[in-house]
């Protein structure tokens, strides 16, 4: 088992990284949110890593965070989930989003993710809901902890057709920023909107 892979990045093609780990290069599969965070060629980088094994061959899935890689475990545990399924679903919602969504059995949000159906989602809810509350961080269920005005601005965002986990996403990226602590709910849901629309 190769629990991950520490080398240079030689290059990015589709969906391919190429990995110089010590003179041999390694071809591992990835998201676009792995893909998304890999450094310039020629710079250091770690992968966490899954060897899938299938009659075609051998295929290595990659993850930039661990956390990554243990829900991606859960995912194709679950009938009709492939690793190419679970992958991309990870590069549409993060693992805490998605782990939102699974606990509080959101299958609108999962549902939203390019190849989930009703009916996937639904035996995603199913078969991980108990599953994936053991490997949540210590908050109950993964659930964000605002303040009354962040509370405020969720809400507001979810009145207007977000998803929750996108706007829990937006709100903690714009609180993320020292400067943004004081900020009033009007003022959150102006800038949650902004980081939604880039």
Not at 149 to 169: H, I, M, P, R, T
């Amino acid at each position: 088992m190769i629990s991950f892979l520490k080398g240079i990045l030689d290059s990015v093609q589709d969906e391919i990284i190429i990995m110089d780990v010590n003179g041999i290069g390694f071809a591992v599969q990835a998201g676009a949110s792995t893909i998304r965070r890999m450094p310039p060629t020629g710079h250091e980088v770690k992968l966490y890593t899954y060897l899938y094994s299938r009659e075609e061959g051998l295929s290595l899935y990659g993850f930039y965070e661990q956390n990554e890689l243990e829900v991606f475990r859960l995912l194709i545990g679950v009938a009709g989930i492939g690793p190419k399924a679970a992958t991309a679903l990870l590069s549409f919602l993060d693992p805490e989003q998605l782990k939102i969504a699974v606990a509080r059995g959101d299958v609108g949000t999962l549902k939203q993710a390019p190849g989930i159906g009703k009916k996937t989602a639904e035996r995603i809810i199913l078969e991980l809901k108990e599953k994936i509350l053991k490997i949540l961080p210590s908050e109950k269920a993964g659930l964000t902890s605002f303040n009354t005005e962040g509370n405020d601005a969720l809400a507001a965002l979810v009145a207007l057709g977000y998803s929750e986990a996108e706007a829990q996403k937006a709100i903690r990226q714009v609180l993320e920023k020292g400067t943004a602590t004081n900020l009033t709910a009007t003022e959150l849901v102006r800038a949650a909107l902004k980081k939604m629309s880039v």
